[in-house]
């Protein structure tokens, strides 16, 4: 029999993995499928849990000393690679400032021993540490008997870093179950910390995804790297995500005869200046600055509309779109990744992408999806270290938006004018960077959108 286990952290890999064909790809071309959900039970389809085994993964609480080894292990993989800016913003972000918790006092002894010892070899050692503390824990236990009983050919986690994972992962490695990962998303290697453990195998999106494994994860063999694209984006090219202009229009109250200026929202943990964004764009569009246009803001699925309230009230020419995410349960350490997607949300997502003509956003992924579209892209970041403003042109020296940058896909804005230029150019001719655009996809998304998951699940099957 062969039998994969696939391992579901939150919502968007609910819709990354489940919405996308991956999922049918897997049960047409395995014997069995196990699904492993961090989301509860009844948010899968009856179609989908008639055809596969199912196990909901316990809410993690870490101990003590899983967190202590834990954190040792990613601050010396940052310190390791602190030459990487996005990494060494990490790093830095992550000192104790003031001390007011025992915490703090063990914080500050990590930084002082991995000043030190931040060898691959240091970090390797931290890793069996933190495994071996599972070793007493219940949900280890639990998740041990789940794999001697399921005898699972490999067991693919379709995230990375998730570090409530950690724990089925070390059962994983103590049965010797063949294990594979999915590099969830573009700026994951050069910006993050440590990953929740090493795989066998991994599915990347590019060749440069590939390379950026390879350095920052020496012992990885070549082969076992496998470029596959990211369902991510997959849903764009399936024909039951479509919807018409004419449809779209309706659904959002538009007006048929203007186009449509798109900002899409990042959450506020790393795009805190969204509302200063919106209200700028709102008073352009009131000041004729910018022609007569739909405005539609879409706002982060990770977040209610609470911060956006006063710009709501003030401005009854924006379209807000609030995305359709339905919250599963509350009492989790992690309450935004209990949000799952409708189908109708991605058709309204996707008739964005394909319909409007201008987006706006903040150094964010929405970048590459719209670009997929063969759309403009504009980048606002006011903010610096000189000014009042949250510094937010930090995230132009990240290495995965640099080479966004420098490939000219984007129209950087700094300032009102540079704003108003760059959308009344992009409206009225919008295949200045079209070549761009195309090469920046080509270098990031190594791959087709049209048969992803069939891509994922042959390379998993490659594995073993």
């Known amino acids: 029999m062969k039998k994969i286990g696939i391992v579901i952290a939150d919502g968007v890999g609910y819709r990354n993995f489940i919405m996308s064909e991956f999922i049918i790809e897997a049960i047409n071309k395995y014997d069995e499928v196990i699904i492993y959900s961090g989301l509860i039970k009844r948010i899968y389809s009856k179609k989908i849990l008639d055809k596969v085994s199912f196990r909901e993964l316990d809410i993690y609480k870490e101990s003590i000393f899983s967190w202590f080894f834990r954190k040792l292990k990613e601050v010396a993989h ?50 069996k540490l933190q495994f071996k503390s599972f070793k007493n824990e219940n949900i280890y236990k639990k998740y041990t008997n789940y794999l001697k009983k399921d005898k699972l050919e490999l067991l693919f986690f379709t995230h990375q870093r998730p570090y409530n994972l ?18 969830f998303s573009w700026d994951n290697l050069a910006s993050k910390g440590r990953m929740l453990g090493e795989f066998d195998g991994y599915m990347v999106w590019s060749k440069l995804m590939k390379d950026e494994l390879k350095y920052f994860y020496p012992k990885t063999k070549k082969q076992n790297i496998h470029v596959v694209g990211t369902p991510q984006f997959e849903p764009y090219v399936m024909d039951i995500y479509t919807i018409s202009k004419e449809e779209l229009f309706v659904k959002l109250g538009l007006d048929p005869n203007k186009k449509i200026v798109y900002y899409s929202c990042g959450d506020v943990s790393t795009s805190k200046l969204d509302p200063f964004y919106i209200e700028k764009i709102a008073q352009f569009i009131e000041n004729k600055k ?15 509309e609470s911060r956006f309230i006063t710009l709501k009230n003030k401005y009854h020419s924006i379209i807000w779109n609030f995305p359709n995410w339905k919250l599963t349960r509350k009492n989790h350490t992690e309450i935004w990744s209990q949000r799952v997607p409708s189908i109708n949300d991605i058709k309204i997502l996707k008739g964005l992408l394909k319909h409007s003509d201008v987006n706006v956003n903040m150094c964010s992924t929405m970048s590459l999806d719209i670009m997929l579209f063969d759309k403009p892209v504009i980048n606002a970041v006011y903010g610096n270290k000189e000014n009042e403003l949250y510094d937010d042109q930090k995230y132009l020296n990240y290495v995965h938006f640099d080479k966004v940058v420098k490939s000219k896909a984007v129209t950087v804005v700094k300032n009102d004018d540079d704003f108003i230029e760059a959308l009344n150019v992009s409206l009225s001719n919008p295949s200045l960077f079209k070549d761009q655009r195309a090469k920046i996809l080509d270098l990031e998304i190594g791959a087709p959108l049209e048969g992803t998951s069939k891509r994922i699940v042959n390379a998993l099957k490659e594995l073993v």
């Open 78 to 127: 940052m310190r390791k690679h602190v030459s990487f800016f996005g990494i060494k913003t990490s790093y830095n972000n992550g000192k104790v400032k003031k001390i007011t918790t025992k915490k703090h006092y063990l914080i500050k002894f990590i930084y002082f021993l991995t000043t030190y010892f931040y060898s691959e070899k240091n970090i390797r050692f931290y890793e």
């Open 166 to 183: 950690s724990p089925l992962l070390a059962a994983a490695k103590e049965l010797n179950i063949t294990t594979a990962s999915f590099i």
């Open 290 to 304: 910018i022609p007569n246009v739909n405005f539609v803001v879409r706002t982060s699925p990770a977040e209610d």
